[in-house]
């Protein structure tokens, strides 16, 4: 079942309680009701005999009886009970619980999995865990190379979001000839920043000397930009209202921010995302996946254990996709340098090694696996990905 079929069958759910509640309030109410009507009546005959007023009493419980409020709210709370009940097993059939069935035994190396745990807490900025789980685990030197890089980075991120441009800028010129080497507009984009903050805290002037004396190395490539902050001086004392407010932005920061941390770790050889976050984020999109070929596997009596290499392709996200590959759709192996993906005439694609395997010599003719198309092997050429 999938996750449309089950939204649904909440909505039903919804829909059941709120239907539920509003019956169980109009039963509460009438209720309500024939009480205050009867503690009226009692008011206004204080002074008539003791029989009457019994009489009050009397009709009073027969409306009660009639109305039945016990049994009607009992009534609507077993009912949705039930519903609530047939829904958690519903939920408890598609999503499976045990996913241990999706673990397999391999050989991993503990002081290999403990730096990159420290690593990825250094990533995240949280140093003192990170320091905690090295001191603890005994690998005081784990990951401790990428600690005060991260450290300094998280620090220019700090004074970022605080509108502090200068720490990250003095970080940028020293590093000016490594983001150069990579066409990073990065010193330029602060440099915008702290000019528009000049503009506006300091006036004309000062941003002009600041712009005369920053933008100049930056006018080969970035001369459209430098032309709207110049025309920003026309705005100086209206900039929210002029055709560059834009620049004003709070989401210029976050992507200076963004373009700063990438710059950073790109500098220090280390990926954007953290190798544990992407990977544990990898194995729950396929981990479903993973338990329906387990199940499957142990149905025919098979050992999921014992598999080399995956049986079917385990769907992930374009994130997850960080260059292009091509698996054989005979053989289910990867392309590499020595079998190359080779286009046949048809149009289908295989592996340089199934298509050697479908014919024994580049004359002879072969079908194609995936349509009466006939080629040979000498027909075939490499395609680049």
């Not at 994130?319 to 192996?333: D, G, I, T």
């Amino acid at each position: 079942m999938d996750l449309t079929s089950i939204q649904e069958v909440f909505d039903r759910v919804a829909k059941k309680q709120k239907l539920c509640c509003s019956k169980t309030q109009e039963v509460i109410d009438r209720t309500l009701h024939e009480f205050e009507a009867a503690v009226e009546h009692l008011d206004v005959t204080v002074d008539r005999s003791p029989e009457f007023r019994k009489g009050i009493l009397t009709d009073l419980q027969l409306k009660l009886t009639e109305i039945a409020p016990v049994n009607q709210v009992g009534a609507l709370q077993k009912e949705l009970n039930t519903t609530v009940s047939k829904y958690g097993k519903m939920v408890d059939k598609a999503f499976n619980p045990d996913i241990a069935k999706a673990y397999r035994e391999v050989e991993s190396d503990s002081h290999l999995i403990n730096q990159i745990i420290v690593q990825h807490f250094y990533r995240m900025g949280l140093f003192e865990s990170g320091d905690c789980f090295a001191k603890e685990s005994q690998e005081p030197n784990a990951a401790a190379a990428l600690k005060v890089p991260f450290y300094e980075m998280y620090q220019n991120l700090g004074h970022l979001r605080e509108k502090n441009v200068e720490p990250a800028l003095s970080w940028a010129r020293r590093n000016r000839q490594a983001l150069e080497a990579k066409g990073s507009s990065l010193e330029f984009r602060l440099h915008q920043l702290q000019f528009l903050h000049v503009l506006r805290t300091k006036g004309r002037i000062e941003a002009l000397e600041y712009a005369k004396l920053n933008f100049t190395p930056f006018a080969a490539e970035h001369m459209s930009d430098i032309q709207r902050l110049m025309a920003c001086l026309l705005w100086a004392n209206r900039l929210e209202c002029s055709p560059y407010k834009d620049l004003l932005s709070p989401s210029q920061w976050d992507k200076v921010a963004l373009e700063f941390t990438r710059e950073s770790c790109n500098l220090l050889g280390q990926p954007y995302e953290s190798p544990l976050y992407v990977t544990l984020s990898a194995g729950s999109q396929a981990l479903s996946s993973l338990l329906k070929l387990a199940t499957v596997m142990s149905s025919k009596k098979q050992e999921w254990a014992a598999l080399k290499q995956m049986p079917v392709e385990i769907e992930l996200d374009n994130s997850f996709q960080f260059h292009s590959v091509f698996a054989c759709p005979v053989s289910r192996e990867q392309s590499t340098a020595d079998n190359p993906p080779m286009l046949m005439r048809c149009g289908h694609v295989l592996c340089k090694q199934s298509i050697q395997k479908l014919t024994k010599s580049n004359s002879r003719m072969f079908k194609c696996p995936y349509c009466p198309f006939e080629t040979s092997a000498s027909q075939c050429r490499q395609i680049y990905f």
